[in-house]
Structure formats: structure tokens, C-alpha cells
């Protein structure tokens, strides 16, 4: 078969034609969603399914990459693939009339299943998509139509030929145009409309009844150190949620049900009647590789998950809570250690003197000293199930990861860095160490293969959070490897084998190479 220079060119006026059209779909579809059903837009509803389906080692990819940009990443990548599709579509529709429509139907189907699907899905979740579908096969219907008669005009060489040509790149340019200005609008509508971020700045929580309180020498000061306290803006997020949701406190109600002798329900003020109590705990992310960046040390604000549950009184037998979010995000964290008196478990209001940011559970998570985040952090919490781990499995589970996931102890270097030039001369080797629920005895660092050097250590803030530590160094100019390993208050030394992050958490004697300048 012989494809002629007028066939291409025509397909690639209908791939233009199909991907203006996949444009007005998710534009009028965002549109309406702004309207009718927030939450509920087909490209947010579509990037949360592949992130509940993708496997496991892509997403490791992702977080490796992208790090928190890694839901931005995403939608580039949807967005970019549903304009490829709907280029592809605009081919067909010319190939052969109502192919393409009946595909933006099949899309529009797609798209409504993954919005209704989703656990914080709302009524009228259906809508958008819905919308979105009918409007963008319209719109194919229209400009492929419109297309034929240019492509057939020409091909009898008749006079209306230039009339028909103007007329598709005149509806071409109009759909393309309402697709961006609509697609824009609704973005900027919906960030200007997003009511819970004004909700959360008048927001004033009550003084806590107490305070941490932070020996002196706990924190070091050193340039390129971390922080004792990791600024709210700095730190780290994972989470599987691509939109941030939107829960409003005077509408939030913890259910705590199951395995309980009487099921109890709490609201925003019902917590903050409790007292609030400031707490110093470093939470910890299972993907945190050695040497990385997945923590942060933070003052939550908060009320201990044992006096919340035991209004519900937890019955014998139970060994479990899978505590779930708005966004149906589940985590399973060991019944004992949220009843534990010697353990600070909180549902935490505050974060660094504020309430939670958006971005870190407004208006109520979970904080668990001594448990990766996946097993006990949960944010925008709304449910507590006390059940066993023989009955539930939390998000995490049937994904490659353990059930129970302790932190492991560990220590990081922040300085110096690879990246940052040094010069020769006496300078300062630190970084911070964590063996949350029992404590740092010990830092010790090697350089150049040497003899481990005792670190000094800063005075702890408690158990549960991380250590600053230092060593003088005189640096001499050439290449240096530094490593470091941390004892924990109950004497184990930090294992050194590197393992994975998975399924449980990474292991591994940090060790970094420097160029002294
Ligand atoms: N609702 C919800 N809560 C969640 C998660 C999530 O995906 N959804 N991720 C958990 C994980 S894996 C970690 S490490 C911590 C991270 O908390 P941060 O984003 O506030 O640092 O939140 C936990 N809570
Ligand atoms: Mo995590």
C-alpha cells in the first residue's frame, strides 16, 4: 500500500484534532469537578489508581528520582500520556467515523470507575467524568467532521477546499484555546477556593498543659547540621496521596470501632478538651535509605492514643489497630505498643508550634515513636479498628512489606558532603544518630579506613529523637572516605551489612567519599 504525502498530512491534522479533544475532556472535566465535586477530577481519581496498582519497585524508582516531586512527576507523565492517546484516537476517528468517539466513551467509563472507587469518593463523583467524556467526543465528532470535508473537498480539488480548511483551523484553535483557558481557570479556582488552608491559619489551638523541654547542648549549631527540629517547610512527605485532602475540623470525627467493648466517636474539640501535650519525637520513613534524608525531628502536639482508646475499651484477643485515613490509606501498628504507658503513641494535632500543615495530616495523624512511618503515622486520620493482624492487613502488607516494622538504628553523616567543597584545615565531621524508643550511647567515625573515633555526642532530648554528633577533624587536602556507625543505649552496635529497604527498612554503615580542596 502506498501511504501519500496527503494521507500523513491529514493524520496529522486528526492527531492535532484528538489531542485538542482529549484537552476539552479533562479541562470541562476539572471544570465540573471545581463545581459539583471536588476531589473528583478524572486526572487525580486516574493517577491514584496506578499508584495503588503500580509495583513496588516503582515506586521505590519514583521516591529515588523524584523524591517529594514524585506526584508531580506522576501527573507530567498521565498528562502526558493522555495526550498521546488522544492523539492516537483523533487518527482513528478519521480512519474510520465513531471509532474514536466510542473510545472517549470507554475512556469516560475508565475515568468514572476510578473516581467512584476512590474511598473519599462523594455523590456526585460520577459527574465530572462523566461531563468531561460527552464534551470531549463531542469536540472529536466536530473537528475530525470538519476535517473529512476539508480533506475531501481537496481531494476533488474543488473551490471550497480553503473555506473548509479555514473553518477546521478555526475550530481547531477554539477547542485548544477553551481546553487551556478552562484547564488554567480551574486550577487557579480551585487553589483560590480551597477554604481549609484559611481554615487552618485562623486556627488556634489551646496552650499545651506541657512543654518538651530541651536540655542545654542539645543542639549543636553547626553549620551544615541538621537542625535539632526540622522546620515544618523542610520536612520531608510521603504519602499516597496525589491531592492533599481537605478535611475541615469542625466536620472531622475519629470512629474508634472493631474489637472494642464500646464503640466511641471523637471530634476536633472532644480531642482538645482531652489537654494537649507537647511531645519530641523523630519520625522516620521504611524508604529512608542509608545516608538519606526520610526523617525529621519535630514537637508534635497531641493526646496519647491509649487514653482515646481506652473510652472504647479494646477487647482480649486483639493485637492490632489499623488506623485508617480519609483517602483510605490504612497502616497496622501493634495493638501494645499504642497501650504501652512508656511509649509517647499520639494523635497529633500540632507540628513545630502550628497546627498539622495540610501536607502532614491536617487536621489529625498518628505518631508512633519507634515505628516506621507506613506502620503508624497515618494522616488525616478518621478511623481507629481494633482488630488482630490474623483479620486486617494495612496498605502496606500485600505490597511487599513487613507487618511489623520497628525502626532500626542508624546514624547519617551531614558533613561533609560530597557536593559541598571543603578546604584543608581543621573543620568538623557531624551528622546525627537515632535508636528511637531506647536511645544513642555511642557514635564513632572512621576516616580513611583508620581507627573508629569516638564521637561527641549532644545532650538527648529523649529516647525518642535523634542525637546530633561531631568530631574535630584537620582535613588535609586529597580524597577522604568517612564512615560512621552508631551503639544504641542497650549496647548493639548498628549492623553493618547493607540491606534494602525492603521489606523492612535499610541497613548499612554510611560511608562517603570527600574531596578536601
Ligand atoms: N494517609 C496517609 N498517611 C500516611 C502515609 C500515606 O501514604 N497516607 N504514609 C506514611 C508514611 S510511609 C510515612 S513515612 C509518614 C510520613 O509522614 P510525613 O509525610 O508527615 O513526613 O506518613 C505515613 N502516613
Ligand atoms: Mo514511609
Redesign the pocket.
Known amino acids: 500500500m502506498r501511504i501519500s504525502r496527503r494521507t500523513v498530512a491529514a493524520g496529522g491534522w486528526a492527531a492535532l484534532a484528538g489531542a485538542v479533544s482529549g484537552g476539552v475532556f479533562v479541562a470541562v472535566a476539572e471544570v465540573v469537578a471545581l463545581l459539583a465535586a471536588r476531589e473528583a477530577g478524572p486526572l487525580i481519581a486516574v493517577g491514584s489508581f496506578v499508584i495503588d496498582i503500580v509495583p513496588r519497585w516503582a515506586k521505590e524508582l519514583a521516591i529515588e528520582l523524584f523524591g517529594s516531586n514524585d506526584k508531580l512527576f506522576l501527573l507530567s507523565s498521565l498528562g502526558f500520556a493522555v495526550f498521546v492517546a488522544a492523539a492516537v484516537v483523533g487518527i482513528l476517528e478519521l480512519w474510520r467515523r465513531w471509532v474514536g468517539v466510542a473510545l472517549f466513551g470507554v475512556a469516560g467509563i475508565a475515568a468514572v470507575a476510578a473516581t467512584v472507587t476512590r474511598a473519599d469518593a462523594s455523590p456526585l463523583g460520577f459527574l465530572p467524568s462523566t461531563i468531561g467524556a460527552l464534551a470531549g467526543a463531542a469536540a472529536l465528532y466536530l473537528l475530525v467532521g470538519a476535517l473529512r470535508r476539508w480533506r475531501d473537498a481537496r481531494d476533488h480539488d474543488s473551490a471550497t477546499a480553503g473555506v473548509d480548511r479555514r473553518r477546521f483551523l478555526l475550530f481547531t484553535g477554539a477547542g485548544a484555546a477553551f481546553a487551556v483557558l478552562a484547564g488554567v481557570g480551574s486550577q487557579l479556582g480551585s487553589a483560590a477556593t480551597s477554604s481549609i488552608a484559611a481554615i487552618r491559619a485562623a486556627l488556634h489551638l489551646p496552650a499545651p498543659l506541657s512543654r518538651v523541654t530541651v536540655p542545654a547542648g542539645a543542639d549543636l549549631h553547626l553549620k551544615d547540621l541538621s537542625p535539632l527540629f526540622t522546620p515544618n517547610k523542610d520536612?520531608?512527605?510521603?504519602?499516597?496521596?496525589l491531592s492533599v485532602p481537605s478535611i475541615d475540623p469542625s466536620n472531622w470525627r475519629l470512629t474508634i470501632d472493631g474489637m472494642v467493648e464500646q464503640r466511641a466517636e471523637f471530634s476536633f474539640r472532644d480531642l482538645l478538651s482531652m489537654g494537649l501535650r507537647e511531645y519530641a519525637i523523630t519520625?522516620t520513613?521504611?524508604s529512608n535509605q542509608v545516608g538519606g534524608n526520610?526523617l525529621?525531628n519535630a514537637r508534635w502536639l497531641g493526646v496519647p492514643v491509649r487514653e482515646v482508646l481506652a473510652h472504647a475499651r479494646p477487647r482480649n484477643g486483639a493485637d492490632m489497630v489499623l488506623s485508617r485515613?480519609i483517602?483510605g490509606?490504612t497502616?497496622g501498628t501493634p495493638l501494645s505498643a499504642l497501650t504501652d504507658p512508656g511509649r509517647d503513641a499520639i494523635l497529633a494535632v500540632g507540628m513545630n508550634g502550628e497546627p498539622l500543615p495540610l501536607?502532614?495530616?491536617f487536621p489529625v495523624r498518628m505518631v508512633v515513636p519507634g515505628l516506621?512511618?507506613?506502620v503508624s503515622?497515618?494522616?488525616?486520620l478518621t478511623e481507629l479498628k481494633v482488630t488482630t493482624f490474623a483479620t486486617d492487613q494495612a496498605y502496606w502488607t500485600p505490597r511487599g512489606y513487613s507487618e511489623k516494622a520497628p525502626i532500626k538504628l542508624s546514624s547519617r553523616i551531614d558533613t561533609p558532603r560530597i557536593d559541598r567543597s571543603l578546604s584543608a584545615g581543621p573543620t568538623k565531621i557531624a551528622g546525627v544518630a537515632w535508636a528511637q524508643t531506647v536511645g544513642i550511647q555511642k557514635v564513632e567515625v572512621q576516616v580513611d579506613g583508620g581507627p573508629w573515633q569516638q564521637a561527641q555526642l549532644a545532650a538527648p532530648i529523649n529516647a525518642d529523637t535523634w542525637v546530633q554528633w561531631s568530631l574535630d577533624w584537620n582535613a588535609t587536602s586529597g580524597s577522604h572516605t568517612i564512615a560512621v556507625r552508631a551503639i544504641d543505649r542497650a549496647g548493639r552496635l548498628q549492623e553493618e551489612k547493607r540491606t534494602p529497604i525492603a521489606p523492612n527498612g535499610s541497613t548499612g554503615w554510611q560511608s562517603t567519599l570527600v574531596r578536601v580542596g
Do not use: I, N, P
Request: glycine share 12%.
Open positions: 520536612f520531608y512527605r510521603v504519602d499516597t496521596a519520625l520513613c521504611v526520610l525529621g485515613s483517602d490509606f497502616a501536607e502532614h495530616g516506621y512511618g507506613y503515622a497515618t494522616k488525616w
